[in-house]
């Protein structure tokens, strides 16, 4: 193995790497005006101590550590591979604590995992489409969680009106200094305990069309075109 590969793959080189991402991206919120629409909503259960589960596209990840109050712990399902030790080491620089695992493929701990936050007070984030895709498609673990923890899915998004797609299967939004950014909140969607599996279907589609509703309005009130799901 070259001199180069191994400092890719070194330890030092991907922390020093998150810790540049994690710069840029405080250096973006910074440097940029940013509105919250319907930022009342995740404000009430924050000021009664209500738990719920933050969900957003993969694609929209980069500023969402700033949608956020940071007196209250959340804790993010990120996957094992390599592209989500790399999201988990930049956004702990915003003090968001890990899961690791997945919430629809046998991810047993990680399931544990996240209702025991949920019960202690605490919050989760999750991004419904990932880590694979298909892009801004929910799958059923963000559906069954909220069933089982009987605590309510808010979605949210993020616009900038600098901004790059990236050619990655969920086009990620790498938002730019110097802009115009907005964060859009949606109502809860609460999915009862003993919903069947007909409702849970029903309710995974309210999840999804109420995640791409909240992204293509940080989209038009930035003035961007939507982005295509997969």
Known sequence: MSLVKRIIKSEGFR???????????????????????NGHIPQTFWKEGKPFILAFWHGRILMMP???????????????????????????????????????KGGANAIRAMLKSLKSGEYIGITPDGPRGPRMRVSSGVVNIAKLSGVPVIPCSFGAKRRKHLGSWDRFCVAKPFSKGVFVWGEPIE????ASAEELDVYQKQ?????????????????????EAA
């Open 15 to 37: 922390t020093t790497l998150c810790w540049i991402g994690a710069q840029y991206i405080r250096f973006v919120h910074a440097t940029s005006r940013w509105d919250v629409i």
């Open 207 to 227: 999840i999804e069309d109420a995640l791409t509703f909240v992204t293509n309005e940080s989209d038009r009130l930035t003035g961007h075109p939507c982005v």
């Open 66 to 104: 700033y949608c956020w109050d940071r007196n209250k712990q959340i804790n993010m399902l990120i996957s094992q591979h390599r592209d989500g030790q790399i999201i988990a080491k930049i956004v702990g620089h915003f003090g968001i604590r890990t899961i690791e695992g997945s919430s629809s």
């Open 191 to 194: 999915v009862p305990k003993k």
